[in-house]
């Protein structure tokens, strides 16, 4: 079904997996893109999508860059319906010793530069328009070695709450999806303990692959979830199910 035909997405981070995989379900649902990178670029992606996508490079912890993204976004697409804030990093570091430094480096990326975007962005859309962050169950259940991933991601879904609620009187949404454990090449053999207690525990019996993000972010922008905002779209497997005694 092609859900947001004629529309226009904006998706950041969109050389990562999970990028990856939001990007081509938007696309698989009709939206033309403007896919963002920082150091990796997504040539190769705009490639396969063909003359429906626009790559645009930035550090979205400048400010301006996330301003200027938004533009060309717009300048190209003539319009810009949906926004994808999936930009992040998620750094394995324990918190005793953490610098300050390093703690900014991992809030700036994750949860300013969503920030500044969704600033951006709310200037330039009409009455309908759609932001989406991405977050994580981490948000609310934190691993050993990501307490500022983790407290970014938390961020993240308050952010989204806050933006919903000043933002909703110009017709704008404002959602997070928070993701599970999503699959990539080689983890079974890097982590092959986390795997499979993940998997035990997960109802569903499996990791997550980047299109089940990437689905319940186009849910999340289709006109299907038109009096849906300020939601936290948990896409765990049902790992937030399990009792944790």
Not at 73 to 100: C, F, I, S, T
Not at 111 to 139: K, N, W
Request: proline share 5%; charged share 20%; with cysteine.
């Amino acid at each position: 079904m092609e859900l947001l035909s004629g529309t226009v997405a904006l998706v950041t981070g969109a050389s990562g997996l999970i990028g990856h995989g939001i990007a081509r379900r938007f696309a698989a649902a009709g939206a033309a893109l403007v896919l963002h990178g920082h150091r990796k670029p997504v040539g190769d992606l705009v490639d396969e999508l063909g003359g429906r996508a626009l790559a645009v490079a930035a550090d979205l912890t400048d400010e301006s860059a996330c301003r200027r993204v938004v533009r060309e976004a717009v300048e190209w697409g003539g319009r810009l319906d949906a926004l994808v804030n999936n930009a992040g990093v998620q750094p394995v570091q324990a918190l005793a010793g953490m610098r300050a430094a390093e703690w900014r480096a991992v809030v700036d990326l994750n949860l300013t530069s969503a920030f500044s975007c969704t600033q951006a962005a709310v200037e330039v859309m009409r009455p309908g328009g759609s932001i989406t962050h991405v977050a994580s169950v981490e948000g609310s259940r934190p691993a050993p070695g990501h307490a500022h991933y983790s407290a970014s991601k938390a961020a993240l879904v308050m952010h989204a709450r806050a933006a919903a609620l000043e933002y909703g009187g110009r017709g704008v949404r404002v959602n997070t999806v928070s993701p599970g454990l999503v699959s990539r090449p080689g983890i079974e053999q890097e982590w092959p303990d986390g795997v499979t207690r993940w998997t035990r525990a997960a109802p569903l019996g499996r990791l997550g692959a980047p299109e089940d993000v990437g689905d319940a972010c186009v849910f999340l922008a289709s006109p299907m979830a038109r009096w849906i905002t300020g939601h936290d779209l948990v896409v765990d497997g049902g790992i937030s199910a399990r009792p944790t005694w």
